[in-house]
């Protein structure tokens, strides 16, 4: 009696954030059943298969850490109920689109202690359901969220617990604001991950007058300096690009940081008499400098729900990540390197990968803390059992990819 080679001795058994992943299930009661009958039996090790995709999907997840900073000048009515009610929305969009994310929010205008991080499910906070990020990746990574500030969309206060201020008489200073969160506030809560792409939210009807001198004219209107309008934006813009590596410090590969401006546009500006959701409006025109500074968009406040601003906020997103190029797959324990076998899948058509130093595979083995992804700025540290995807085998945009691996030591084993 010969058993087929087909059988498998490792059951596939699905784990978090795997489609399939090996487990050794292989018992000395089923070694008896299977060598039990007469004559020569003969059969395969079977195969592990890890699967695991590109960023432009949801597996390997890109990192991104969100700062929303929300006008709490009174001027926006029903600012804090609509983003109370859209953000769980926006961030279920970021987890089912793979992102892995960190969350707070801040007030415009007032310097205030961070009290809670929101994050998506890759963080170990979330305990039993939580979905490891790659395969073999530990719950007590670095880049986890301080569990006295860890928060999930229920429970999340972030909102709620912003104090309105009307104090200010037309002083808006947000991006002094976000440098103070940014410097000061989120230390200490791992919000911020060197690994990850920073991105800062601005909702205002209002202008940024951080750093800005004004005069005013007799019998006129304040008219903002001209020099100090330059060199405040070449401040801040410097202050935001520069965090990660002032504040974690050290020679890393820091993620980028992003800007989005979701603001009143010109044809809004108070001078012309706009009304803007709730408030008089000024024309955020240093909000949407920023944004295109440090490669963001701009949305009109006024013209749109706040629920709108957010799905085209996650779009920008997505597009972003579609440019993402995987350069590690990782499988949950050591491989026998001639027994693996990599495949990509693109618009539903696959092909096998060669093995490869030029553009194909390499089998690595142990690494501690790659980029997983190295294109178009590295992101993603991880340790464990790579693959290197080499040249044209990088992941790119839908791909998708299945590694089959038998693990190191096992062999074909055939018994008389």
């Known amino acids: 009696m010969t058993t087929s080679s087909s059988h498998k001795l490792w059951a596939a058994k699905p784990r978090k954030g795997q489609t399939k992943s090996g487990h050794f ?5 089923a070694a008896l ?26 597996t390997v997840p890109p990192k991104v850490d969100i700062l929303l900073a929300w006008d ?24 089912s689109s793979g992102w892995d994310y960190h969350f707070v929010t801040i007030p415009l205008t007032t310097d205030q202690p961070i009290n809670q991080v929101l994050a998506s499910k890759y963080d170990s906070g979330w305990g039993s359901l939580w ?15 301080v569990g006295s500030f860890f928060a999930t969309p229920t429970n999340y206060a972030g909102i709620s617990g912003i104090t309105t201020s009307n104090t200010l008489n037309g002083v ?19 919000f911020l991950r060197p690994d990850a792409m920073l991105a ?8 940024d007058t951080s750093g800005v001198s004004y005069s005013t004219p007799a019998g006129g209107v304040p008219v903002p300096d001209p020099t100090s309008l330059q060199t405040s934006m070449n401040y801040y813009q410097t202050a935001f690009q520069n965090v990660k590596s002032t504040v974690i410090g050290g020679s890393a ?17 108070n001078s012309t008499g706009s009304y803007c959701d709730g408030g008089y409006s000024f024309a955020g025109t240093r909000y949407e400098q920023m944004a295109t500074l440090l490669n963001g968009t701009s949305q009109d406040i006024c013209t749109i729900p706040i629920s709108t601003a957010l799905t085209s906020l996650a779009g920008s997103l997505q597009s972003t990540r579609l440019n993402y190029r995987t350069h590690y797959l990782f499988i949950d324990q050591d491989a026998n390197p001639s027994t ?19 553009n194909g595979w390499t089998y690595v083995g142990m690494v501690n803390n790659v980029y997983t992804i190295d294109s178009p700025t590295p992101l993603n540290l991880a340790s464990g059992y790579a693959i290197k995807l080499n040249g044209t085998a990088e992941l790119t945009g839908s791909e998708t990819a299945s590694v089959t691996f038998q693990p190191a030591g096992t062999t074909n084993v055939t018994s008389n």
Do not use: K, W
């Open 200 to 207: 800062i939210v601005v909702i205002d009807n209002g202008e």
């Open 33 to 58: 059943t299977l060598f039990s009958g007469c004559g020569p039996q003969a059969f395969d090790a079977a195969s592990l298969t890890e699967s695991t995709q590109a960023p432009g999907t949801f």
């Open 131 to 145: 979905t490891p990020a790659y395969p073999g990746q530990s719950s007590s990574d670095p880049d986890m969220v």
């Open 253 to 269: 590969s820091y993620g980028p940081t992003s800007f989005y401006a979701i603001a009143a546009t010109a044809a809004h500006n």
């Open 25 to 29: 299930a292989f018992s000395a009661l």
């Open 172 to 190: 808006d200073p947000g991006f002094e604001t976000i440098r103070l969160a940014l410097y000061n506030r989120v230390q200490g809560t791992g």
């Open 340 to 358: 693996i076998q990599v495949q990509v899948t693109n618009n539903g058509a696959t092909t096998t990968i060669p093995q490869s130093t030029t």
């Open 72 to 95: 709490n000048m009174g001027g926006i009515n029903q600012m804090e109920s609509q983003l109370e009610s859209q953000v769980p929305a926006f961030l279920t969009n970021l987890q």
